[in-house]
C-alpha cells in the first residue's frame, strides 16, 4: 500500500496533528508499506528516517504574508492576547491560522495535487487538513481523515468565514458546500483519535482508534506519584505566566515539577525543571498531577497513564469541550483562566493524593483507549480497504 499523509500545519506550536501522522507514517512502515508526508516544515515537524516529505506551504496567520505573520503570531504571543481571544469553531481556528485564506487554500490543494501525481498513492491521510481531501476529491483519489468531536460542523461552525473556501469549491466543480467543514464529509473514512465516550461520533464510516502515541500501558494506579508535569501549548496561559505560577505553587515541595515549554530558556531550579520537551513515557508514569491546556493529545496522554489532569482551556471551543469531558470523567478539575493561581494548583494537587478515585477512573479510560488499538488499528482498515489489491483511483462518480 502506498500511503501519502497530509497533516494540517501552523505557525504555532501545536503538536497534536504531526504527532499523529507521526505515529501513522511510523507503523505503516514497520509494516512494509510505502509512505510519504506532504507537509509543512513548521515548528511541529520532525523529519522520519526513510520517509519522503513532497512541498508543501506553511500557513501564515489570518492569511497575511509569511513574514507578517511570524510577527504578528510573536506579539500576540508576547503580549498574551490569546488568553482573551475566544474561538468559536474549528472553522474559525483554520482561519485563525490561515488555513482557510482564499490565496493560501488552492496554493496548499495544489501543493497535495503535486505530491498524488508523483507519489501515485492508493489512499491519502488527511490529518484534519481539508485542503488534502479537496485535493484528492480533484485528483480522484482515496482520502480518509482524521476527526474530532468538536471540530464537526453539527458541534460549532462560523461559516461566514469560509467564504473562499467555498468559491473555490464552486469554482473546481466539486461538491456544493457552504462551509469548510463541510469537506470533511467527503472522506471515505474517518479516524477518530479517542474512544466513543469522549467523543462519541456517529456514523457507518466512523472508526475510534483511541491512543496513537502512547505506548506504555501501566500496570496498576500507583498511590500518589513523584512529580507533577505541566504543559500548556500555544494555549491561554503563556509560557512566562505557566513557570511562574507553577514555581510559586511548588517551589521546594516533597516532588519534582517538569514544565515542558518553548517560550522560556530552560533551566533547573530545586525541584522545578524546565525544558522545551520531556520524554513522556519517563515522566507520566509517576506523575500525580498533568496540567495542561486541553488538547486531544494532552488529554489522551493524561489518561493512558493514569494521571489526574489539572485543564485550563482558556477560551477556545475545542479545548473546552476535551476539559468537560475530563471533568465528567470523575478523572480531573477544569481552571478557567483567572483560576491558574499557585494556591489553587497546590489544593489540588492535594485533592488528588487525597483521592486514588481520580487515578482510577483516568487509567479506566486510558485503557479503554489503549484496546482500540491506535495508529496500528488505522493501518488494519487501511490495509483491509486499499491494500494491494483496491482500486488505486475513484471512478471518478
Known amino acids: 500500500m502506498r500511503l501519502l499523509i497530509a497533516p494540517m500545519a501552523a505557525i504555532g506550536e501545536t503538536r497534536g ?6 505515529a501513522l ?3 505503516a512502515v514497520r509494516r512494509g508499506h510505502d509512505v510519504a508526508f506532504c507537509a509543512a516544515e513548521d515548528v511541529n515537524y520532525t523529519a522520519v528516517d526513510g520517509i519522503r516529505n513532497y512541498p508543501a506551504p506553511l500557513p501564515s496567520p489570518l492569511g497575511t504574508p509569511l513574514f507578517v505573520g511570524k510577527h504578528l503570531f510573536a506579539i500576540a504571543a508576547s503580549v498574551g ?3 482573551r ?3 468559536h469553531s474549528f472553522e474559525e481556528l483554520l482561519h485563525i491560522v490561515g488555513a482557510t485564506a482564499p490565496k493560501f487554500f488552492p496554493e496548499d490543494v495544489q501543493a497535495i495535487r503535486d505530491a498524488i501525481t508523483e507519489f501515485q498513492p492508493d489512499v491519502v491521510y488527511a490529518e484534519f487538513r481539508i485542503a488534502a481531501i479537496a485535493a484528492a476529491r480533484l485528483e480522484q483519489a482515496h482520502v480518509v481523515t482524521g476527526i474530532s468531536f ?41 479516524f477518530v483519535a479517542s474512544s466513543h465516550e469522549l467523543e462519541p461520533i456517529e456514523g457507518p464510516n466512523v472508526v475510534h482508534v483511541g491512543a496513537f502515541t502512547t505506548l506504555d500501558r501501566p500496570t496498576e494506579v500507583h498511590d500518589g506519584g513523584k512529580c507533577v508535569v505541566a504543559y500548556m501549548g500555544n494555549g491561554t496561559v503563556t509560557p512566562k505566566v505557566l513557570v511562574s505560577v507553577m514555581r510559586d505553587a511548588f517551589r521546594g515541595r516533597a516532588h519534582d515539577v517538569f ?11 530545586d525541584n522545578i525543571s524546565v525544558a522545551k520537551t520531556f520524554e513522556f513515557a519517563e515522566v507520566m508514569p509517576e506523575a500525580l498531577a498533568f496540567v495542561h491546556h486541553g488538547g486531544q493529545n494532552s488529554v489522551i496522554t493524561g489518561l493512558v497513564y493514569g494521571v489526574p489532569q489539572i485543564v485550563v482551556p482558556g477560551t477556545v471551543f475545542e479545548r473546552r469541550y476535551n476539559a468537560g469531558s475530563v471533568a465528567r470523567l470523575g478523572a480531573g478539575v477544569t481552571l478557567e483562566t483567572d483560576e491558574f493561581q499557585p494556591e489553587r494548583l497546590r489544593a489540588i494537587v492535594q485533592q488528588f493524593q487525597a483521592d ?3 487515578r482510577r477512573r483516568a487509567l479506566r479510560a486510558g485503557v479503554t483507549l489503549l484496546e482500540l488499538g491506535g495508529a496500528a488499528k488505522v493501518v488494519d482498515v487501511l490495509e483491509k480497504r486499499y491494500g494491494s489489491h483496491a482500486p488505486h483511483a475513484l471512478d471518478g462518480s
Not at 17 to 22: C, E, G, I, Q, T
Not at 165 to 186: C, H, K, N, T, Y
Open 25 to 27: 507514517a511510523v507503523e
Open 17 to 22: 496533528p504531526f504527532s499523529r501522522a507521526r
Open 259 to 269: 514544565i515542558a515549554t518553548s517560550g522560556v530558556e530552560a533551566f533547573n531550579e
Open 85 to 87: 481571544k475566544v474561538v
Open 150 to 190: 468538536p471540530a464537526q460542523r453539527s458541534y460549532a461552525s462560523n461559516p461566514e468565514l469560509s467564504e473562499g473556501v467555498v468559491r473555490f469549491a464552486a469554482d473546481q466543480g466539486l461538491p456544493e458546500i457552504s462551509s469548510a467543514l463541510d469537506i470533511f464529509d467527503w472522506a471515505e473514512l474517518k
Open 356 to 358: 486514588p478515585g481520580y
Open 81 to 83: 492576547l490569546q488568553r
